[in-house]
């Protein structure tokens, strides 16, 4: 069977063509040093490569978040440290302010301007903010949470952020609860021996408020009064003013050290990403290497094997 001229030269060109493309494939991967450049590379890598890109989108995200957060937080520590070390020391004045015998007014004057420059400091840290929002305003971040008379003008807002997939955190300490010591009021009721229905049935709030504001005020009155028991009125309220800072500071840690056990997760996930996407994407250079210089070498010799299967035409003894 005569094999025609036109079949010759379409196989050779298809040939070429064939081992050019592979050539420039191998030339690609060479200079991207990456296996997968293009989807129809391998589609089924790159839908893991997507799946990959996906997740460390939203972990970066995630991990802005929980800086975020963390910054509140550490900000929000330190103001309650200070908040802290000025209960402290009110109480120190006021449980040496509460003999009689041990001081008289005068001391008790110059005490009083002490604790008068402590309610402003803590009036102070109530107030404070973080950029343009404010620490313990609850969700309302852009309102001053007390105003000059300690009135709260926030909410009981927690804002919770996401630092992992599925995983919130609370990132700020409303005010209410930390300044005002308002808590849900308990009813109780009196039984006993003598107690009718009415005394039976008499709501009784087993939960009194601490208010910082007004322990500090009323300390300060006692002494510019000399109001020994106004004093000594104030001494058990600061213990527990100092207790409940002592328990959002304990609370507000804790929320820290999840958030950065959720930064050290996420940092491992990224890691585990980064060399499943180069598992899957990067190319082996030395296998691209080696395989460019076969494919160029049968490059060559298809070149030189198509110039002896061409046959010279009728014009080429015409010239």
């Known amino acids: 069977?005569?094999?025609?001229?036109?079949?010759?030269?379409?196989?050779?060109?298809?040939?070429?063509?064939?081992?050019?493309?592979?050539?420039?494939?191998?030339?690609?991967?060479n200079a991207t040093m990456k296996r997968v450049n293009a989807p129809s590379?391998?589609?089924?890598?790159?839908?893991?490569?997507?799946?990959?890109?996906?997740?460390?989108?939203?972990?970066?995200?995630?991990?802005?978040?929980?800086?975020?957060?963390?910054?509140?937080l550490n900000y929000t520590d330190s103001s309650l440290e200070e908040m802290t070390n000025l209960v402290v020391r009110a109480k120190e004045l006021a449980l040496g302010q509460a003999s009689s015998a041990a001081n008289g007014p005068e001391s008790r004057i110059?005490?009083?301007?002490?604790?008068?420059?402590?309610?402003?400091?803590?009036?102070?840290?109530?107030?404070r903010r973080l950029g343009d929002r404010f620490?313990?305003?609850?969700?309302?971040?852009?309102?001053?949470?007390?105003?000059?008379?300690g009135k709260y003008a926030g909410d009981e807002g927690n804002i919770m952020v996401e630092v992992q997939k599925d995983v919130f955190v609370g990132m700020n300490i409303?005010?209410?609860?930390?300044?005002?010591?308002?808590?849900?009021?308990?009813?109780?009721?009196?039984?006993?021996?003598?107690?009718?229905?009415?005394?039976?049935?008499?709501?009784v709030i087993s939960d009194p408020e601490e208010?910082?504001?007004?322990?500090?005020?009323?300390?300060?009155?006692?002494?510019?009064?000399?109001?020994?028991?106004?004093?000594?009125?104030?001494?058990?309220?600061?213990?527990?003013?100092?207790?409940?800072?002592?328990t959002t500071r304990a609370q507000v840690g804790a929320r820290t050290a999840g958030i950065d056990t959720a930064l050290a997760n996420s940092a491992k996930k990224n890691l585990f990403n980064a060399e499943l996407?180069?598992?899957?994407?990067?190319?082996?250079?030395?296998?691209?290497?080696?395989?460019?210089a076969r494919e160029e070498t049968v490059l060559r010799a298809s070149l030189q094997a198509s110039n002896k299967m061409i046959q010279p035409t009728l014009l080429d003894f015409l010239r």
């Open 1 to 29: 069977m005569r094999v025609g001229e036109n079949s010759t030269l379409n196989t050779i060109k298809d040939s070429l063509n064939r081992s050019r493309i592979r050539m420039n494939d191998l030339q690609k991967q």
């Open 41 to 72: 590379d391998d589609p089924v890598g790159n839908t893991k490569l997507m799946s990959i890109k996906n997740d460390q989108l939203d972990n970066e995200q995630f991990d802005r978040n929980a800086n975020l957060a963390k910054t509140f």
């Open 110 to 127: 110059m005490v009083a301007e002490e604790i008068k420059n402590i309610l402003h400091e803590v009036s102070s840290i109530s107030n």
């Open 135 to 149: 620490i313990f305003s609850g969700y309302k971040t852009a309102t001053r949470p007390f105003d000059d008379s």
């Open 174 to 203: 409303p005010g209410q609860d930390l300044f005002l010591g308002k808590m849900p009021q308990k009813i109780s009721t009196l039984e006993g021996e003598g107690g009718g229905p009415e005394l039976a049935n008499s709501p």
């Open 211 to 246: 208010n910082i504001f007004k322990t500090l005020d009323a300390l300060r009155i006692g002494l510019m009064t000399n109001d020994i028991d106004m004093i000594r009125s104030t001494l058990e309220p600061l213990d527990k003013i100092r207790d409940r800072v002592i």
């Open 277 to 292: 996407q180069s598992n899957i994407e990067d190319s082996d250079i030395i296998q691209v290497v080696s395989d460019m």
